[in-house]
């Protein structure tokens, strides 16, 4: 799962050598928590949160076939 995000990110991003992603294991699942650069958190979130919306819904579906909960949450 950490592997599928950081790839989706990376193609995203102007600096995809600054893209980390932490798993957190919580109650309620797997937390994936995303951080790039603030210049580019216009690219990862886009416009209204579209971009963020369909990573989050990717996730989920990968997620899905494997029989487990995740969230992605973009920090700074």
Known sequence: MKEL???IARALVD???DVVVREV???QGLVL???VRDE???KVIGKQ???AKSIR???KAA???ENTRVSVEIMQ
Do not use: K, Q, T
């Open 5 to 7: 995000l950081e790839y």
């Open 63 to 65: 997620a899905s076939r």
């Open 33 to 35: 928590e995303l951080h």
């Open 40 to 42: 580019d958190m216009g």
């Open 15 to 17: 600096y995809p050598e």
């Open 57 to 59: 819904a990717v996730m």
């Open 49 to 51: 949160g579209r971009i």
């Open 25 to 27: 294991e919580d109650e």
